[in-house]
């Protein structure tokens, strides 16, 4: 049920919007009372879900509070930021960007802004940038995202077109997984697509260099070089040519491009022999996935992150696409190439022209198109020509050449490639402006003017996901302090600078707005129609359905696209485009041996601004690791568990080493998640190297040349307290894990460890020390309440888990057994659980395994026993891995 307003009194209401994490654009149901209480479930009226919710989004609840808000408008002065109104700051704002623009013109101007924000947002502030400042230096966060895939598609199928649905993926008989964590990034469409498994026959094929939680669930593992995608795609092309798995009619009719592909792929050694030996991997392996694709009909091949972070991201795109539209398999029931979104609404980011490269409403940089959008708008001006990339716009902003940026919902400072090189370009910047819901992110930071926005829950408006269905978010408590939605802060600024075209009432006149835009002069030129959706009243848009585009005017959603070939290309044929294989942009050297690769973890979600308000959710995996092989480890002197500085040309960092079989020899893996306020010396992105696909600007993630070091610490410790803002001395490695009633903080350093007074004070302090062991121990107490605990040791070994003694933080008075305990850390007799596996219903390694040894010989046997995996079902396919080791185990002890 939508509504208008907040209730006043608290009566608790179910109203279904829409979840803010990844793709997938999973429905949620929240029972509110307005008070920002909330219970959250899938909404089983939601096409994307039909009830389900992975850990991320089952959490949401946990993560509504007021924790860490920007609540304010705030301005930066010599000694800090002030509170401001939002005249004051709207008209600084305005105030400085007219001056730069009428001093320096347009293009010394941009804004950066994300997927996290929703269509009517985008829609607003493209507009006051494209419509009305007249630059295109406006640039979102999905072009780290998404940017290649839009490439390949624009240059396949003449647009931003995703031809299948999700229910393309449970039908197909073959799933392919190129680049793509499904299991972990994706969750809820992977416990659609095991669901889908359970009903009829489906082998599925994972493509990537790690052994992911995705490539151990399915039938075939590939797990190739890195960058090795194309070869492996082309070769497949050769393939289907030469085995008769060409679809020949649909090739004729409904392609171009044929016989230049025949010809590029003929450049090369295409033998199943040649292209093994330069993926990496058994011929017989290669064999495998080729045969199945050329017999299963119903093929799906998704791609995601692993495809699209490269230098070479539009060609792996474009070489899959290839595979799929010289078979046939395409437009039909469970056959498609098919482009898995990572952010909630990076599609309706797309569609709007929140990239730098596209107008609005699908529309490119050529005169029509600018023509027929500055009609539309009625705008004084149109941004002639394309605008800066992300990655661009930094080193414009580094240079000069940019000296105001507006940052939307997004940290660049953590997420962007040399994320060292970005906060110097925003010291430089002569004006940064930062609207964001939270106050202390790496980005705010570096703000001249902060702006509150509207968070999830407060948010009115829409967003499209991977399948191109848009769907409602919708507020579910007053928005806290002085919060606005972001397009009302753009539209205010707008009207301050003088712009007339900006008067919208309520999100609902936006969408309007942008729905008879894409109609607009487009008589099926545009596949992205949605003049079925224009002209909706209020009420009309509060309770819109999730609805798929396009959905022309007089006529209905669409399902899948290109069913009758079709493409939106002018003479409706895709086209089949030759691409070449090429090695890594920037290879490994004698100096940097090991190739970086980045990514994420099941249960945080980008920079940890929102998922770690959810304690659960810091526990799967809770400090920043880098995973390497056995054989490297031994080569650079790495212990697993112990600490080891990665290095690249661009940065270093420290981080738990991981030593693993599931990263190949010669690789590394690092996630990507940690900020400054977090573990300063754990972040990802400035070790990762800033080169870009040169067509589609996204950065190369996922190969950046490295070496590896032991950090060589001499002890260890942890600090519990409930202060998120604790200060380390030099020297001290540190990184903080939010717990429910306190902070964890993993110190580690070499020499001397600092004293405990230093750590936690010494009044009322008791200490318990061990000099034997080397063990040091204090424990503060206030009025019978735990308030700080400190432990050094010479080696983590010695140390106890930390989850009981956190735990304790939320006692009111401690008991007098636990009084006792809590100098040693753990209640004699009881055992730790081990690392968290079920998020949920916070069931550790030790309980799974227990129960496993018992007897339990199935996920849902394990469910039954402990709980484990019976909620989101997230963590189902690591209690399978489980099952599988322990049955290996015992069949080699037998
Ligand atoms: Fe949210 Fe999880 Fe669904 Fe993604 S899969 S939309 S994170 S609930």
Partial sequence: MARDAAPAEAVTTTIRTTCPYCGVGCGVAADTNGNRELKVAGDPAHPANGGRLCSKGTALGATFGLQGRLLHPRIREADGFRDASWDEALDAVAQKFRAIVDQHGPDSVA???????????????????????????????????????????????????????????????????????????????????????????????????????????????????????????????????????????????????????????????????????????????????????????????LFSMGSNQSAQGVAKGLSLINAHLLSGKIGKLGSAPFSITGQPNAMGGREVGGLANMLAAHMDFDEVSKSCVKRFWNSPTIAPKAGLKAVDMFRAIHSGAIKAVWVMATNPLVSLPDADFV???LKRCELVVVSDVIARTDTMAMAHIQLPAAAWGEKDGTVTNSERVISRQRPLAPLPGQTKADWRIVAEVARRMGYAGFEWQHA?????????????????????????????????????????????????????????????????????????????????????????????????????TRTALAPELNRHIPEPLVEIHPRDAERCFITDQRLARVVTFYGDAVLRAKVTEDVREGDICVPMHWTKSFAPF???????????????????????????????????????????????????????????????????????????????????????????????????????????????????????????????????ALSPEDRAAVLIGRLPGVEDQGPLVCACRGIGQRKIEAAIAAGCQSADAVGDVTSAGTQCGSCRPEIVRMIVRHKAKEAADA
């Fill in 111 to 301: 804004f950066y802004v994300s997927g996290q924000l929703l269509t009517e947002d985008y829609y607003a502030v493209n507009k006051l940038a494209k419509g009305y400042i007249g630059t295109a230096n406006i640039d979102t966060n999905s072009r780290l995202c998404m940017a290649s895939a839009v490439a390949a598609h624009k240059k396949a199928f003449g647009a931003d077109l995703v031809p299948g649905t999700y229910e393309d993926i449970e039908a197909a008989e073959l799933l392919v997984f190129s680049g793509h964590n499904a299991a972990w990034t994706h969750p809820v469409l992977f416990r659609r697509v095991e669901a889908a498994g359970d009903r009829h026959p489906q082998f599925r094929i994972c493509i990537d260099p790690r052994r992911t939680e995705t490539a151990k669930s399915c039938d075939l593992h590939l797990m190739i070089k890195p960058q090795s995608d194309v070869r492996l795609w082309n070769g497949l092309c050769a393939y289907l040519i030469t085995h008769g798995g060409v679809d020949r009619d649909f090739v004729r009719d409904h392609t171009e491009g044929y016989a230049e592909l025949k010809a590029t792929l003929e450049q090369q050694d295409q033998s199943p022999e040649a292209v093994a030996r330069d993926c990496g991997i058994a011929t017989g392996d290669l064999l495998a996935f080729y045969n199945r694709f050329l017999t299963t009909a119903r093929t799906v091949s």
């Fill in 423 to 425: 906060a110097q370009a």
């Fill in 508 to 608: 609902g006149e936006v969408f309007d707005e942008y729905a008879r835009l894409t109609a607009f002069e487009n008589d099926g030129y545009r596949f992205l129609d949605l003049g079925g959706m224009a002209g909706m009243t209020k009420a009309e848009y509060d309770n819109l359905v999730p609805t798929r585009w396009p959905f022309r005017k007089g006529g209905k959603p669409a399902g899948r696209l290109f069913a009758d070939g079709g493409f939106n290309t002018p003479n409706g044929r895709a086209r089949l485009s030759p691409v070449l294989a090429q090695g890594p942009a920037s290879p490994t050297t004698d100096a940097f041996p090991l190739a970086l690769n980045s990514g994420r973890i099941r249960d945080q979600w980008h920079t940890m």
């Fill in 682 to 812: 754990g972040r990802a992105n400035p070790l990762i190297n800033p080169e870009v696909d040169p067509t589609s600007g996204q950065p190369e993630f996922k190969h950046t040349p490295a070496m590896v070091t032991p950090f060589g610490e001499t002890w260890h410790g942890f600090v519990i307290h409930g202060d998120d803002e604790l200060a380390f001395g030099p020297g001290v490695i540190w990184r903080r894990t939010p717990f429910a009633h306190c902070q964890v903080y993993e110190i580690a350093g070499r020499g001397q460890p600092p004293a405990l007074d230093t750590l936690v004070g010494a009044k009322g302090a008791i200490s318990l020390d061990d000099p034997a062991g080397g063990i040091r121990r204090r424990v503060l107490m206030e009025d019978g309440r735990l308030t700080a605990v400190a432990f050094i040791a010479p080696s983590a070994k010695r140390l106890p888990a930390r989850d009981w003694l956190a735990e304790r933080f939320g006692d009111e």
